[in-house]
């Protein structure tokens, strides 16, 4: 299974990206707080749907243990607003287009799917320090009860 060279106890590369509002968001824009820094394939389908509405659902417990959630893919930025009004979403989402995180992350990757192979976005997250150091990666994400075990290792460190 693919899975990005990142591991903990590297640093997280820094990015500039727009979210759903196309105001730049950046990594060094966050250096007090925790990142769940979440990349997925597609927005509006049915796994990646599943994960930011879990992740919005615990959105006040990451607030409350100091972090902020960050979902990214290759979507523009429309594609993120609509995402956003049709699922009910109120974490922040960033447009990747350029892929310019998305492989600086490692995560841009050759996928199988029913026996065809292409590039795509490999489902990962990383817990990032407040200083920019990784803390933890899960590769290949299943999306029931990710969000949940992102919490429980933010709430654990």
């Known amino acids: ?12 590369p820094d ?25 997925y394939p597609k927005d509006n389908t049915g796994g990646c749907k599943q994960e930011a509405v879990d992740f919005t659902a ?10 902020v959630i960050l979902g990214v893919s290759k979507d523009s930025v429309s594609s993120h607003q609509k995402f956003i009004e049709k699922a009910g979403l109120s974490i922040t989402l960033l447009a ?11 995560v841009w990757q050759l996928k199988k799917f029913m026996g ?3 590039m795509g976005t490999v ?8 200083d920019g150091e990784i803390a933890e ?3 290949n994400v299943r999306v029931k009860g990710h969000a949940e075990a992102v919490l429980e290792k933010l709430k654990s460190i």
Do not use: H
């Open 123 to 130: 489902r990962t997250t990383f817990l990032i320090k407040p």
């Open 15 to 39: 990015f500039c990206l727009p979210n759903q509002e196309s105001e730049n968001v950046c990594l060094k824009d966050f250096k007090d707080k925790w990142i769940v820094l979440y990349f």
């Open 116 to 118: 065809k192979e292409n």
């Open 58 to 67: 615990l959105k006040s417990e990451f607030e409350k243990a100091g972090a």
């Open 96 to 106: 990747d287009p350029d892929l310019t995180a998305i492989k600086a992350f490692d």
């Open 1 to 12: 299974m693919p899975s990005s060279s990142l591991q903990p106890g590297d640093k997280a």
């Open 137 to 139: 990666v899960w590769n």
